[in-house]
């Protein structure tokens, strides 16, 4: 028996607003949806990823999903919940980034042709860029009033903010490119739902009364709320930026670790929404984490789950292996069998010194390299590094180091690294060239 969408958005906590009628809509026929997405980097971040689960949740129930690609629109720049345009992309730019971006949702949806309800992936600047202005103002303009443009909270918002300059009318038209767009894919495939953040209602409403004007259509709308970290800060965003599903951008190791790191109260909200898990699954692992939060079982589920989607086991592999570094009984072998973004990623804004192979190769001792060789970034003086290596608290590539007049012959990680340990917390990344 297929999913009832609506209802298993309801449970989870996706439904902000919906338009009355949906469900019997969904339960008529096979209903197309879509979520649009702005286009303007070659990458989603983890903030798309509550509209692209609404789209998966809507497959699974049996429904087509189509992903919209804002080209014409981020050429534009959307007023909601923004305070300054955006910038202006070209096409070859726009091309590029809609390649990356429809990699990344074949991850969550299935773009089989064959199947009913495979999922789609279109861009509005492909029925935008032929309309003229006079066109645009002459047939699609003319059907909604600027009272009723004006009443949109997105636009209120904009207007009112003591720190704004106004609106340019190129972004007041937004809504109107928008709810086009809404009105296109309700004539050219039987689209009759758009869903969104909250933020988004007056946009996607705008698009509802385009299809009732103009062509006597109904059509549905269905929001989900915008995500909050229960400590107010900004979902999605750490000190380094976006957490990205390029793993250029962001690695498996620190994306593993974002989820990994999540709050306690944020993992019963985060857990519903970004796992295709089911109710029961998730309610037997809150329990199982209430018993014993310190293990982190839902944040590891979630981070387990979500890493597989995004990247690959291999890529979980890879980032289990290296928190077991930072944070566990690694083996030497370990350490040597993870890959050189791994490895740069784990130990970003460890102390670092770059040295040449010559200096490496001219050492006499470890106490030495120590001190002198990495110019006092890991000991300040040999006397230091001697009596901490007699008292067993030193390690080179997870090797503890015994005798501090001992030659420096470690196997260089990656050609071209030696990691130093000094205590249980302290990590140092030789860089030798």
């Not at 930026?241 to 999540?262: E, M, R, V």
């Not at 106490?367 to 608290?393: W, Y």
């Not at 030193?394 to 012959?409: C, G, H, L, P, R």
Request: one cysteine or more; glycine letters at 8%; aromatic letters at 8%.
């Amino acid at each position: 028996m297929q999913k009832d969408f609506i209802e298993e958005l309801t449970w989870r906590g996706m439904i902000h607003d919906q338009m009355p009628g949906i469900q019997d809509q969904l339960k008529k026929e096979l209903t197309a949806a879509y979520v649009g997405i702005d286009p303007t980097a070659d990458s989603l971040h983890i903030g798309h990823l509550v509209g692209v689960m609404m789209l998966k949740h809507f497959q699974d129930a049996g429904h087509r999903p189509i992903v919209l690609l804002g080209g014409a629109t981020g050429m534009i720049g959307d007023p909601s919940g923004k305070s300054q345009e955006r910038n202006l992309l070209d096409e070859p730019t726009l091309r590029h980034n809609e390649e990356s971006i429809k990699k990344q949702v074949m991850n969550f949806l299935d773009f089989d042709s064959k199947a009913e309800n495979g999922a789609v992936l279109v861009n509005n600047y492909d029925w935008m860029k032929d309309f003229s202005f006079l066109g645009f103002i002459r047939d699609v303009g003319k059907h909604l009033t600027v009272n009723y443009m004006m009443a949109k909270d997105s636009v209120k918002k904009r207007l009112s903010a003591e720190s704004s300059e106004g609106m340019s009318f190129t972004e007041f038209t937004y809504q109107l490119v928008q709810g086009y767009d809404f009105l296109h894919l309700y004539k050219a495939m039987n689209c009759k739902l758009q869903m969104g953040g909250s933020d988004q209602w007056g946009n996607i409403t705008t698009g509802t009364e385009l299809i009732r004007k103009m062509i006597q259509g109904e059509a549905y709308a269905v929001t989900t709320p915008l995500i909050k970290k229960a400590d107010g800060t900004k979902f999605g965003k750490t000190e380094s930026g976006n957490i990205w599903l390029d793993p250029k951008k962001t690695s498996p190791y620190k994306f593993y670790q974002f989820w990994l790191n999540a709050s306690d109260e944020d993992m019963s909200n985060f857990i519903r929404i970004f796992s295709t898990k089911g109710k029961e699954e998730i309610e037997a692992l809150e329990k199982e984490h209430q018993q014993a939060p310190h293990l982190r079982t839902l944040q590891k589920a979630l981070a387990e789950e979500i890493t597989v989607r995004v990247h690959s086991q291999e890529a979980l592999d890879m980032a289990l292996k290296a928190s077991s570094i930072l944070f566990g009984k690694s083996t030497t072998e370990e350490l040597a069998s993870i890959d050189e973004d791994t490895l740069l990623s784990v130990f970003e804004g460890v102390p670092q010194v770059e040295i040449t192979k010559e200096e490496l190769a001219s050492v006499a001792n470890v106490t030495d390299f120590l001190s002198e060789t990495t110019k006092g970034i890991v000991f300040p003086s040999k006397g230091e590094a001697r009596k901490m290596i007699q008292g067993g608290g030193v390690s080179i590539n997870k090797e503890k180091v015994i005798d501090a007049n001992a030659a420096v012959s470690y196997q260089l990680l990656q050609n071209k690294y030696l990691l130093v340990q000094r205590g249980k917390k302290n990590y140092y990344l030789v860089i030798v060239n």
